[in-house]
């Protein structure tokens, strides 16, 4: 583990001393999106092997929600490739697409709960929309997932009546009721206490190592994230300016994971939004 | 709100609902009147209609008979020709008047059947003879109008009284056929 | 003209221009819509209980105000219509007056009215809030179209509800009317609903209200559901549909009722 690896900035990234024989659970190669003409991202190239937990962080609207809706086939990119076990997500047909999300699960932001149904019923959803089980399996096995995050005793509340750290638990357990082989967490630290950080965090990685299942988690979060995380991306303005295991960027120089990881207010990210010089702008006359 | 809740509200919904368009088909309605008893056709033809419409009332003795099935234009007479839809169970005679009135100074225009003495009957698609027309005001009026100015002093024309009082019971000359 | 005023109407007609296109290709995306919805829905029928429950919250809550309306407007229809056909003397037609007035417009066209406001903000409201709580992106990602789990069981349980909200509106309205008239002013009781019965026609009185309510309904439901889908996944984005929906139905409801009306109730010898 861990030979100097490419937090030198930009494109390919390996895990180097390890090897991959096998097809990575999700790449993306040289992609670019835009929303109408503005471009939000750029030349994205990034490798996500089986089994681990990789990490996509940057500042906010940089892009990295962008990256979890190309993979999951909500968005398709305007160049370039994104696979998720080897299949070219924005080629797949819409019954192809159908079978991939089956295997795949997304803990979306604040959970994206159903609230009028009850958190049992919320778990239950995958289960009944997707397999012809029994009711006794289905109620055996979202009890099994409540357990897992530790709110079997939850099951009968609605969602309105659960805190923030609980319905981030919920969402996690309906986002693994198919056992899926990828989960996506999409900002899955936002807003939490400090208990609830430190339990969805061992819960990503607990649930991540016991059902072998590969994890991409989108974040600003850099304290947690280096606790659980394998690798990380770091995204600026559209683009990678850097990556690497939690070990190299710990001891990474270089100025954008300095300031991302110390949390100073200025550097690469500027403080100041673009405008006039300050001066010209205070003795301008008015009118 | 659990399942069997709703099913129930839903079906209590629905059974309302259709017992609303019940209600307007039949009490409000005249969906199962006369219109499908078995009836027979008569043919009658007038100068002039005035108001008269589909499915207006056909009476005799003022009790509903039937009702007109249609109406048109004979194109080379130039008269009214109107089908009467009439209940199997009446028969009318081979001499029966048929006239057009209005009931109320605001109220529907009808088709009147007054049955004479002919012990013959009426069969399905005969003509009944002897009509009588509307009447259409603007004639009344105008006869009237007539009359009065006919006279040579006011109120004094012996026959004055009388004209005006014929045209509104014959027509526009009456229509003996 | 000046160089300011130039600008000034090159920029009101530019928005004026781009709110016809604007609106043209929203129509267009709405009829594209339609078409979704309806591809979507046999599984919207295949789930029955799904949509059982949208008949529930669109229809059944919608009852209590559907059917006091409907009664109000009877009882004032009587009580006007009375003071006109008296000076006529022709107050025994009220039961006539009463029933085509409810049967042909009043009833389809408030009870959608009311529909529009009621369930149909209601339904615009909780489709736009599960877009913007990124419930609707859930789903999808659970491989569960929402156009068939939430969109088209919400537009049949409002295409369904609507006649039968309009035939209670009106059932209610010749009952207040009946109140009114008979129990109240002292209309003959026997004309009152003799009159009713041979002056109103099952064709084209009744079967047309029936239409124009199935009609009213379908403009209704898709109106709803659309800007519900459509709203932007934001607190004011979310208001402004609901906004729409009620602004937007309430005017096709009108609209489509002189078109029909202009076709079904022609003069002549009918």
């Known amino acids: 583990m861990g030979a100097p690896v490419n937090v030198h900035g930009g494109a390919a990234a390996t895990i180097a001393g390890r090897s991959e024989p096998e097809t990575p659970a999700v790449e993306l190669v040289d992609v670019s999106f835009a929303y109408d003409v503005r471009p939000v991202l750029e030349g994205i190239t990034m490798t996500i092997p089986r089994g681990k937990i990789v990490a996509i962080m940057g500042g906010s609207g940089c892009g990295k929600t962008t990256i979890l809706r190309l993979i999951g086939g909500a968005l398709k990119p305007r160049s370039g490739a994104v696979r998720v076990a080897g299949q070219s997500v924005p080629d797949l047909g819409a019954e192809a697409l159908y079978h991939l999300r089956r295997r795949c699960g997304m803990l979306f932001q604040f959970g994206a709960l159903f609230t009028d149904m009850s958190v049992f019923e919320n778990i239950a959803f995958p289960l009944r929309e997707h397999t012809d089980l029994p009711e006794e399996l289905i109620r055996d096995l979202v009890l099994m997932k409540l357990h897992a995050v530790g709110l079997r005793g939850a099951a009968q509340l609605m969602p309105s009546e659960l805190s923030g750290g609980m319905a981030r638990r919920v969402a996690l357990a309906r986002a693994i009721a198919l056992d899926p082989m990828l989960v996506m967490y999409d900002e899955p630290f936002a807003g939490l206490d400090p208990i609830s950080l430190g339990v969805i965090g061992q819960l990503i990685r607990r649930l991540n190592d016991a059902l072998g299942i590969t994890s991409v988690v989108v974040t600003h979060d850099v304290y947690e994230s280096l606790k659980i995380v394998d690798y990380l991306y770091f995204v600026s303005d559209g683009r990678i300016v850097a990556s690497g295991t939690v070990a190299d960027v710990r001891e990474s120089m270089l100025p954008f994971v300095r300031q991302f990881v110390d949390g100073q207010p200025d550097g690469p990210v500027p403080f100041h939004y673009p405008a006039a010089p300050y001066r010209e702008e205070l003795f301008a006359r008015v009118g | ?177 | 003209m000046s160089a300011e005023l130039a600008h000034g109407l090159a920029y009101w007609l530019r928005r004026l221009g781009g709110g016809v296109t604007g609106g043209i290709s929203r129509l267009g995306f709405a009829a594209r819509f339609l078409l979704a919805v309806l591809w979507y829905s046999p599984q919207a029928f295949r789930r029955i209980h799904l949509t059982l429950r949208e008949i529930y919250f669109a229809g059944v809550l919608s009852l209590v105000i559907v059917l006091m309306s409907g009664m109000f407007v009877g009882m004032v229809l009587s009580l006007q219509g009375y003071e006109t056909l008296k000076r006529y003397g022709s107050d025994e037609q009220l039961g006539i007056l009463v029933a085509l007035a409810l049967v042909r417009e009043l009833g389809p066209v408030i009870a959608g009215l009311l529909f529009a406001s009621r369930a149909g903000s209601a339904i615009t409201a909780e489709i736009g809030l599960m877009k913007t709580t990124e419930q609707l992106a859930a789903m999808e990602m659970m491989a569960v179209n929402p156009l068939a789990r939430v969109v088209a069981p919400r537009f049949w349980g409002g295409v369904v509800s609507m006649p039968l909200l309009a035939a209670l509106f009106s059932a209610f309205g010749i009952f207040g009317g009946y109140l009114v008239g008979v129990r109240l002013i002292g209309i003959d009781e026997g004309a009152f609903w003799g009159q009713m019965q041979a002056g109103v026609d099952f064709w084209p009185d009744v079967t047309n209200g029936i239409i124009k309510s199935v009609v009213f309904g379908f403009a209704v439901s898709l109106i709803a559901v659309f800007e519900g889908y459509d709203s932007k996944p934001t607190a004011e984005g979310v208001s402004t549909a609901t906004t729409r929906t009620v602004v937007i139905s309430s005017l096709a409801i009108l609209a489509l009722d002189f078109v029909m009306t202009a076709f079904m109730f022609r003069g002549g010898n009918v």
């Not at chain 2, 108001?51 to 004979?74: M, N, T």
């Not at chain 2, 009467?84 to 225009?109: C, H, M, P």
């Open chain 2, 1 to 177: 709100m659990n399942r069997s809740a709703i099913d129930l509200w839903v079906g209590i919904f629905v059974a309302m609902g259709i017992a609303a368009l019940l209600f307007l088909a039949l009490k409000v309605g005249n969906l199962l009147t006369l219109d499908h008893a078995p009836g027979y056709r008569l043919e009658a033809r007038f100068d002039n209609i005035g108001g008269l419409k589909l499915r207006a009332p056909v009476k005799a003795a003022g009790v509903l008979v039937g009702r007109v099935e249609s109406v048109r234009l004979d194109p080379k007479t130039y008269e009214a020709v109107a089908t009467l839809r009439i209940d199997r169970q009446y028969e009318f005679t081979k001499d029966t008047i048929a006239s057009i009135n209005t009931s109320g100074v605001l109220g529907e225009v009808y088709v009147g059947l007054d049955a004479g003495g002919d012990p013959a009957m009426l069969k399905d698609g005969d003509r009944i003879a002897k009509t009588q027309s509307a009447v259409v005001l603007e004639k009344l009026i105008g006869q009237f109008l007539f009359d009065k100015a006919q006279q040579p002093n006011n109120g004094q024309d012996p026959n004055s009284a009388g004209s005006a009082a014929a045209v509104a019971g014959k027509g526009s000359g009456g229509n003996m056929k």
